[in-house]
């Protein structure tokens, strides 16, 4: 029998992989293969997003609701979740910046923070792993922590000499970044949805790009056709209430128009110890041949 292929996400907050790669990883479950999620926070810090949920019994219990939405939203997604047991950094805001809370999430040693991870990759030996950029995809002190600890756990998990007492090596095949809102995507939407006569919701975020026209973003080098799991994807992270308005932002472009306009979702191979050709379409690519030979 084929070894089952596995596919890890590692997130920083619960809503995060409602947001970031659903669909794909509603495709992969759907095609048979194992995708764990690991959260590294419980989002305590989050705020509470939706207005029909901004109550004093909802902020009183924010910890425990978060933790029944990421039960509802796995449940949706079909997917393995985990929690690494760190506390949300919270998003400092202010001219200057507030320091950080102490015992945080961003202010861990990263080797030291990456031990958790290092177990769960040996434990479950994912063929590839998923995460954010150097910027975090935003600069959220937590999803740059969560950037820094993948990379390192995923260097450290098949080193036998590292991490001694935290299971046999095991090393991830490919790393990639998650790019899910790159600059052509956001055209492509924008312009979608003038040519259906609709408002873009776009604007504010293409007039920030005029403005910073030198911001770097990861090259996307694999495009995972998934337009038929974005309504599972939708559903997730609807899931995650107190995180997300139902009547906001994020669905205000019609199901059709995103299936149609941009039918991927995009990533960047940032490490591959397989050949794979680029541009990629599937995330095991190079990564199936492997296992088969084994």
């Not at 902020?59 to 079909?78: F, Q, S």
């Not at 991927?264 to 296992?291: K, M, N």
Request: charged content about 25%; proline content about 8%; glycine content about 8%.
């Amino acid at each position: 029998m084929a070894e089952q292929l596995r596919l890890m996400a590692v997130h920083a907050h619960p809503d995060d992989e409602s947001s970031k790669g659903a669909a794909t990883m509603a495709k992969y479950v759907a095609e048979g293969v194992e995708v764990l999620v690991v959260t590294c926070t419980g989002g305590e810090r989050g705020s509470v997003l939706n207005p029909k949920l901004d109550r004093p019994d909802v902020w009183a219990n924010i910890a425990e609701i978060r933790r029944a939405e990421m039960d509802a939203a796995r449940a949706i997604l079909g997917i393995e979740q985990a929690w690494l047991g760190f506390v949300d950094s919270g998003l400092p805001e202010g001219d200057p910046l507030p320091p950080l809370p102490g015992g945080c999430f961003a202010l861990q040693d990263v080797d030291v923070a990456a031990g958790p991870l290092v177990r769960l990759m040996r434990e479950f030996r994912p063929h590839v792993v998923t995460t954010y950029d150097e910027r975090g995809g935003y600069p959220h002190p937590d999803h740059i922590m969560c950037h820094k600890i993948t990379v390192a756990a995923f260097d450290a998990a098949g080193d036998p000499e590292r991490h001694t007492d935290l299971g046999e090596p095991w090393q991830p095949l490919k790393l990639y970044y998650d790019v899910g809102f790159s600059k052509g995507k956001i055209m492509a939407l924008h312009e979608a949805m003038l040519a259906a006569g609709l408002e873009s919701p776009y604007l504010d975020w293409l007039k920030r790009w005029e403005e910073n026209p030198d911001e770097q973003r990861p090259e996307v080098t694999t495009r995972v056709e998934c337009a038929q799991y974005f309504p599972v994807r939708d559903d997730a992270l609807r899931a995650h209430a107190t995180q997300v308005d139902p009547d906001g932002f994020w669905f205000r472009v019609p199901m059709e128009v995103q299936q149609r306009a941009w039918p991927t979702e995009d990533f960047h191979l940032a490490r591959s110890l397989v050949d794979s050709p680029l541009p990629e379409s599937d995330l095991f690519a190079g990564v199936r041949e492997t296992v088969r030979a084994r």
